[in-house]
């Protein structure tokens, strides 16, 4: 029977970049095009594990640990700024030997993503921007910064972190399975007890730029794809990012809410597909 979860096929990958270690996640042969998916805040590579392996024999593919998240390292002192994360993914091309990229972003990764593709036109050839906006609400970016300000929470076993694992926004539909697949990945034993593998000063100190502004700027055939019940990104803010960026394409997803990914990864797979295809 074939694996259950693409991490059982992929290639585990360790790069420095810019003195920074960052690990992926790896499919298909060096050579192909390339595709690169980025997850969002505080999630990891393993998001896309229902997602990735279905592109692996026509992509190169990575699905990338962003800056203190997952198995890579955190930024100390910390750096996350949008900037600080669209520079790694230029570190991250390089060292694959990679020209150009579809990049694919969920959330603060599309918001990454979106950035990025305004700020290297040269390095994108497909953005896909997955239920993420183009700025944060200040009232949302002052609870990320509260929540930064947190220690993190010790377990004492990885069970018992398992069964403590949340989505948030925590609406979803997705399989009770892949939920605690990702849980399992999330932790590690650190400091006497089992921590999720999440830096806080990723929230404390989160710095994302404006992106309306570059929106315009972006070259690269888009879609946006959002989860129809999504309360991140509404329809009507959808459409107008879809307005504001010349090539963009809007897919819904019927009955997924933010996590898209994991809420219905074939009929995203499909839309992925059907875009790739179209903009080959």
């Not at 279905?54 to 203190?68: I, M, T």
């Not at 398992?162 to 997705?174: D, G, I, N, Q």
């Amino acid at each position: 029977m074939p694996p259950r979860f693409g991490c059982e096929t992929a290639r585990t990958r360790a790069l420095r970049v810019d003195g920074l270690g960052l690990h992926l996640l790896e499919w298909g042969a060096p050579g192909r095009p390339a595709l690169c998916f980025l997850h969002g805040g505080a999630a990891h590579a393993h998001w896309f594990d229902l997602v990735a392996p279905a592109f692996a024999e026509r992509f190169h593919v990575v699905s990338l640990d962003q800056r203190g998240h997952g198995e890579s390292q955190w930024a100390e002192p910390p750096a996350y700024a949008t900037e600080d994360f669209a520079g790694d993914l230029v570190g991250v091309m390089d060292a694959l030997g990679w020209e150009r990229m579809t990049v694919v972003g969920h959330s603060m990764g599309g918001h990454n993503a979106m950035a990025f593709a305004a700020w290297h036109p040269d390095r994108v050839s497909r953005l896909v921007i997955v239920d993420s906006r183009p700025t944060i609400p200040s009232e949302r970016l002052d609870r990320m910064h509260a929540r930064g300000r947190r220690a993190p929470r010790l377990h004492p076993d990885p069970d018992s972190a398992a069964r403590a694992f949340r989505l948030l926004p925590r609406e979803t539909v997705a399989a009770p399975e892949l939920l605690t697949h990702l849980a399992r990945a999330g932790f590690v034993a650190r400091g006497g007890g089992w921590v999720y593998r999440f830096d806080p000063a990723c929230n404390g100190s989160r710095r994302p730029v404006d992106a309306w502004p570059l929106l315009g700027r972006i070259v690269a055939p888009t879609l946006i794809v959002r989860g129809e019940l999504s309360p991140v990104l509404p329809r009507d803010l959808a459409e107008r990012m879809q307005a504001a960026i010349p090539t963009a394409t809007l897919v819904e997803i019927p009955g997924a809410y933010h996590h898209l990914v994991l809420d219905d990864p074939a009929a995203f797979v499909q839309a992925l597909d059907a875009f790739l295809f179209a903009t080959a």
